[in-house]
């Protein structure tokens, strides 16, 4: 094992710097979803560079692409996020998701050359977790069909953990239509689009009080009229149901809906609700890779905690359906409290030397479970044990 370790660290220092630039440079110019077009390009043109063969625009998706080096299987995927957030740029340290699946991909390439490994590496480009969830496109599209195994890790600003439980999401835009009228001189002649967004809302917060704690509703107005002496005639709100059952989310979903639609019975107005995006299903982690990833996680000093379910959401919950899957998290605040995920301070922390330091080790970590993944069949057979839903291949 001192050998694998040695073996490893020679290949991530000598890519070290390739790898560091590469993450920068996508830090410095933070793309939206579904615009990361510089971002994936670099990657696909690093990865061609280190011998992998390119499938740019991945199941024409544009901003995707597909890695791969070796052939049959088992076959290990390491996917690569890098969108970033509106006005805050890398709020998010997609950047160092890139960082931590290139270097990890190279790492296994390596191995699987030097040590006559069977199998295959590939590294994924998933373009727009922040808004669409291209996972879910990929997934539709069969892009998972012939992986075994898909490994992720995502900087935190707690401490270093395990991947954890985290809850499906579902996006809805809720659109009122009334009639305008003059607010003073004739409201009697108007109905009110504005209205039925705030009993919307009303409906919303008498229904909290019944949900589980576990589920969370959050929503903003998008439009909510044009003066105040016009009688709104259109109002939207946006909203996001979060539960950690997918059963129960649907039935958050039911209620919703019945609760749109009396705010729009109340005020006599009509209601559409939209779906507008892929829904995330609950992330539900794979446990052997969990454990696996803490072991090393504590030899490579980064104090590793076990931590209760994440109440965030990723189109990565969906991967966990398909594969065994992991998307642990490593910190790269070095527990500052005061700097949180989604923020200008976390973008500055992207870019930090603790930030490149914990994702090479986190990379190392990774292409070692890649490595035992591929050499041992007992580990196969424990990873595949510790999957709950149906996967024909082992
Ligand atoms: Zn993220």
Redesign the pocket.
Known sequence: MENLKTAIDTCYASHLKEIEHLVLQIHDNPELSEEEVLAAQAQADFLETQGFTLDRNYKEIKTAFMASAGEGSPHICFMS?YDALPGIGHG???NL?AGVALSAGIILKQLISDCRLKGRVSIMGTPA??KRGCKIDLIAAGALEDVDVVLMA?PSDHSTSQSMEESGIMQFIIRFTGKTAHAAASPEKGLNALDAVRLLFSGVDAWRQQLPETCRIHGVIKDGGKAPNIIPDSAMADFYLRAFDMDFLMSMKKRFENIAQGAALMTDTKVWVESVKNAYKPGKPNQELNQEFMMLAREYGMEPQWLERSRAS?DFGDVTYEVPAMHAFFNITGLNTNIV?HSREFADCAASSFALEQMGKTARILSQIGYMYLSSEDFRKKVMGAFPFKKTRV
């Open positions: 996020e998010c340290g997609h998701i977790e922040e995502h990723s995920i």
